[in-house]
């Protein structure tokens, strides 16, 4: 075996590895708490027997604290880390169920879904409104509808550690055009109050050049359309009370 081909092996599986732990801690972070405090405290032992020094021992505390840590940014943790190597694959949601738990007084979901891997195999996976990883990672939690399929990444070998890349899916796509608009609504409502305003016509028209620069290929074509014919309008009037 060549040492090309030998150091490939031990990369892929240390990302397998790396991956599987990441995704036992986002998926179990209740559990995860203490066995990473018992794991600070075990290695604390083993070094204090070395160095014969029991101030080791803190290192029960600093597993306590990355268990702490691990409940509020285990997915985070997990979504950066399969974006960045991760490959590509797609998912669709074939079961949404609502549970008894809460998280923020609302209810938390739990998902059965199927991936297509990027060589064409079907894997069932699984995940919750608490667990799931999202990528970017944002305080919000949006999951894909039922039945539509979104894109995710995985590390390959370990197939059921998926990030959802929302900003990929198309119904992260609407959701980002939607938040898009308001400050386009916004601008057209304080110009339709004041339509002589000069102020709140360049407003607008700043609106939507932004939006259509960030977002005339994802909107709707009817939206964007209109939009264009919007901004149009307005060159129009500039240009004929400057003459």
């Known amino acids: 075996m060549s040492a090309a081909i030998h150091a490939i092996i031990v990369y892929a599986g240390r990302m397998i590895a790396l991956s599987a732990l ?19 405290l075990a290695i604390g032992a083993a070094i204090t027997r070395w160095r014969a020094n029991s101030a080791w021992f803190v290192l029960g505390i600093v597993g306590f604290l990355i268990g702490v840590f691990n409940i509020i940014t285990g997915s985070m943790v997990n979504a950066i880390f399969l974006n ?3 490959i590509y694959g797609t998912a669709v949601i074939t079961h949404a169920e609502e549970t008894n738990s809460q998280l923020n007084n609302q209810n938390i979901w739990a998902y059965d879904a199927v991936m297509k891997t990027a060589d064409g195999r079907d894997i069932r996976i699984s995940f919750d ?5 999202l990528y970017p990672p944002r305080n919000e939690i949006n999951i894909p509808p ?15 550690n998926v990030a959802i890349m929302r900003d990929e ?9 939607m938040k898009a608009r ?23 028209r700043d609106a939507l050049h932004q939006f259509l620069d960030s977002h005339g290929e994802d909107a709707p074509p009817g939206l964007a359309a209109r939009y264009r014919d919007e901004l149009q309008a307005l060159d129009r009037k500039a240009s004929t009370q400057e003459r």
């Open 22 to 40: 990441l995704y036992f801690l986002s998926q179990h972070f209740l559990l995860s708490m203490p066995l990473l405090t018992l794991c600070g």
């Open 169 to 177: 899916s198309p119904y992260g796509k609407r959701q980002l055009v």
């Open 84 to 86: 960045a190597f991760g």
């Open 146 to 160: 039922t039945g539509e399929r979104f894109v995710v990444k995985y590390i390959p070998g370990f197939e059921r």
């Open 129 to 133: 409104t608490m667990s799931a990883s």
């Open 182 to 204: 308001v400050p386009v609504d916004r601008a057209a409502a304080q110009l339709a109050a004041s339509p002589d305003n000069e102020a709140f016509k360049q407003e607008y």
